[in-house]
């Protein structure tokens, strides 16, 4: 399940003030957010190699959640599919409306809501789900299909990501019991939320969104999630705090050291073109 519907507003406002790094590049801006902006010298986007990687990793059904923007992401995966370029992957996609009197979708749980409607097959199966705009490597997929448990999520080591520290400050971090098993996920940490993160060994994992979840067990959490009280969406992490308030064991921790390349805003279009040139197949595993 790769969730693609949002608004790409931090791109278009870098792009707008800071300049796409050429005019064809402004154009798939303007055209599908950052869902369309080309990451090689053919112009694929970061979606195919994201399919490639969890392809890899022996997955077989991508649900692609889209967004009102996202019309032309759409397009373009059945033109490639059609010519043969995701071989052993059917495609299924779904859409997250923006409810009327709102100017933006109501978050990433909301998301998934909408997306598992378009599968009910899964009932009685556990999937993965991750952004569209993360380049989760093969490792990472495997570590989620052959978890034995209903539910996990990525562990990353916080040292092993290749951003800036400022970035790095932001990501929200675990907390987990000697076991292995998420005890929480605190977001926008601070020193204190550090603290409380860091293992015995100096280590600290942090989240970078993606989840392996039960199908029945997910769903009516994230149709009874609350809209968040400030923001006013409704978000995965908080639907994973739902589940470890009914069962503190629910969600295991899955540890991994390696980046996470990113595309958030325009300046991060040329760290991840040079870093696909460097790395053959986009794979932070290879």
Not at 2 to 18: D, E, K, P, V, Y
Not at 98 to 122: F, M, N, Q
Not at 210 to 230: E, G, K, N, T
């Amino acid at each position: 399940m790769i969730l693609a519907g949002g608004l790409s507003s931090r791109m278009a406002a870098t792009a707008s003030q800071f300049g796409a790094p050429d005019a064809v590049t402004s154009a798939q801006i303007a055209r599908g957010g950052k869902t369309m902006v080309g990451v090689d010298p053919a112009g694929r986007p970061l979606i195919s190699y994201l399919t490639w990687n969890a392809a890899s990793a022996g997955y077989a059904q991508v649900v692609l959640l889209l967004g009102g923007r996202n019309a032309a992401l759409r397009e373009y995966i059945e033109e490639r599919s059609a010519a043969g370029e995701f071989p052993g992957i059917r495609w299924t996609f779904a859409t997250q409306p923006v409810p009327e009197g709102r100017s933006k979708p109501l978050g990433t749980a909301d998301a998934l809501d909408h997306a598992l409607r378009a599968v009910p097959e899964w009932s009685g199966h556990a999937f993965t789900v991750c952004n569209g705009d993360n380049l989760y490597s093969p490792r990472a997929f495997r570590l989620m299909a052959e978890c034995e448990a209903p539910h996990a999520l990525i562990d990353y080591d916080r040292s092993a990501l290749r951003f800036d520290e400022e970035r790095i400050r932001s990501f929200a971090v675990l907390v987990k019991d000697a076991a292995g098993y998420l005890q929480e996920i605190i977001e926008k940490p601070g020193e204190a939320g550090l603290a409380r993160a860091r293992e015995a060994s100096g280590r600290v994992g942090v989240s970078m969104n993606i989840f392996r979840f039960s199908y029945d067990a997910i769903l009516p959490v994230l149709r009874s999630l609350p809209l968040h009280p400030v923001r006013g969406e409704k978000e995965l992490p908080a639907a994973v705090e739902a589940l470890l308030r009914a069962d503190p064991h629910a969600v295991r921790a899955l540890p991994l050291a390696e980046h996470v390349p990113d595309l958030t805003g325009v300046h991060d279009i040329g760290v991840l073109r040079d870093y696909l040139a460097r790395v053959p197949g986009g794979s932070a595993a290879s």
